[in-house]
Structures are given as structure tokens and as C-alpha cells.
């Protein structure tokens, strides 16, 4: 039977960041450290990845109560296909399990289901589950949580220019037209923002090929704690770090100060108007 997140109990520090008004529309986590999180307990590396899955859980329900729009998990890179092969087929059991065991709760707590990445180089039954847990969620208007599986940012970059390219030799575009809007249409990512926050586990200081357009503003956050360590807890302890940043863009701290005093007097201006 699924569960339904909204009739929980809500933390109370939910709802201290709430009151923020600066919680993140888009959060994007690189999910690391899950081998070393077994190794370090004298496990096997795979339960690592199994404990990850109740990290990925938690995470979830604590962004969808918190209000983010939008939740990217770096769940498999292209890279990772280099992986000892026993690894990447627990790996991809993995994947399929949590699709059909966690497709009822997702449905029923509104979430819509997206995937970035190389799907087609995927076992034929995890495109197969993936294909209808998207299409069963579809319609859902809450969090939208992307998968990115097999994915690799150069790669989304590489096939972006390419496509770009035969439109120019079609004569459906000239190069003149190519701008950062226009480009980031041809990306897989077209149909999110860019995420306004990266966290990072297990305390690598790198992308790691994730989302390297997307990521040319975000906030990063690095903790030194594995995936399998990482819980709503240290979610909220990212977004408090988070919200007491500045966000310039390339401005000064005077023009975002007045664009934010401009915000303000716009909100009271149109409680009035109304």
C-alpha cells in the first residue's frame, strides 16, 4: 500500500526553511561514496548501492514535502559502465527494483518521473520499466524527479552540437542564430531549469561530468559523508548552507540588494492591486 508524504507529520525545520521563501527549485545530487560506505564496514560493495536506495528515499519525500520543483539524481554514468561487470548487472537489478517498487508511492505522492542520458545503452527490461513508470506518471504535477542514467554531460554536449550542426547544413538554422537559450534547447535538460544547487557526497571536489552546462551557476555543496549516510538531516544542513548565499550572476552585491528591495515593493504593490 502506498503512502501518502503529505499526511505526515511535517518537520519543523520543513517548514523553517519554508518560511525562507529560498528553497531551491532545482536541486541535482551526485550520488557518491556507496562502495566505500560497504568497504569501510567490511560489506560488500553492492550494499553499498542497496542502503543508497533508502538514502534516495528519504531524499525524495524530504524535497517533494520541502516544496523543490525539481530533484536530478546522478545515478549512473557512462563511465560506470567500466565497473567490474558483476557490479554493473547488481547495479542494474537495482535500478529495475526500485522502478517497480517504488513506482505506486512516487504516483500517489504526485511526482513525475524524467530521465536524462544514453537510455538505449540500458538493459532492454530497465528501458522497458522506465519507459512505463514515466508514462504512468506523466501527468503528475508535483516534484518532478530526473534520473540520469548512463549519462554523461560531455556526451549531451557532443550530440547537442551535432544535431545543431545538420540543422545549419539543412538550412533550417544559421550559425548566427546559435545563442546560450538557443543551444540549451538542443540538450537533453531542455525541458528543466538549470539546478540552482549541486551536492555532492563522500567529499570529492570535482562534477564528474554532471550537468557541466546546466551547473555554471549552481551552488555547490560538498559533504564529506557517503550517500548511504546522507538523509534528510543533512539535506536541510545543505539548504541552510544554501540559503545564507548570496546568488550574484555576475553582479555586484548593491545590484542584487535592489533587485531584491524591487521584488519586495512589486509583492506589496500587487497585494494592493488586488
Known amino acids: 500500500m502506498s503512502r501518502l508524504w503529505k499526511d505526515s507529520v511535517q518537520d519543523q525545520h520543513i517548514e523553517q526553511l519554508k518560511r525562507t521563501e529560498k528553497v531551491p527549485d532545482h536541486i541535482a545530487f551526485i550520488m557518491d561514496g556507496n562502495g566505500r560506505w560497504a568497504v569501510d564496514r567490511g560489506l560488500p560493495r553492492v550494499a553499498g548501492h542497496k542502503e543508497g536506495i533508502n538514502s534516495v528515499r528519504e531524499i525524495v519525500k524530504a524535497s517533494s514535502n520541502l516544496g523543490v520543483k525539481y530533484v536530478t539524481l546522478y545515478a549512473f554514468s557512462m563511465e560506470n559502465w567500466r565497473r567490474p561487470s558483476k557490479e554493473v548487472n547488481f547495479l542494474m537489478d537495482l535500478l529495475l527494483r526500485y522502478l517497480r517498487d517504488e513506482l505506486d508511492e512516487l504516483h500517489a505522492n504526485n511526482v513525475r518521473l524524467q530521465a536524462i ?68 534547447t538542443f540538450l537533453q535538460t531542455k525541458e528543466f531549469p538549470d539546478p540552482d544547487l549541486v551536492i555532492r557526497t563522500s567529499g570529492e571536489m570535482r562534477l564528474s561530468n554532471f550537468l557541466l552546462w546546466e551547473a555554471a551557476y ?57
Open 218 to 274: 549552481s551552488e555547490l555543496f560538498v559533504t564529506e559523508r557517503f550517500w548511504p549516510e546522507f538523509r534528510k538531516e543533512q539535506l536541510f544542513e545543505a539548504l541552510d548552507d544554501y540559503v545564507g548565499r548570496e546568488r550574484r550572476f555576475g553582479k555586484t552585491s548593491s545590484q542584487v540588494n535592489e533587485q531584491v528591495q524591487q521584488s519586495v515593493k512589486d509583492k506589496i504593490l500587487n497585494v494592493f492591486r488586488k
Open 117 to 184: 542520458g544514453k537510455i538505449n545503452a540500458l538493459p532492454k527490461k530497465v528501458q522497458q520499466q522506465l519507459h512505463e513508470s514515466m508514462e504512468v506518471m506523466k501527468d503528475n504535477t508535483g516534484l518532478t524527479l530526473v534520473l540520469a542514467l548512463s549519462y554523461s554531460a560531455r556526451w549531451d554536449i557532443v550530440r547537442a552540437v551535432q544535431t545543431a550542426a545538420l540543422d545549419v547544413r539543412r538550412g533550417k538554422l544559421s550559425p548566427e542564430d546559435i545563442t546560450e537559450d538557443l543551444f540549451s
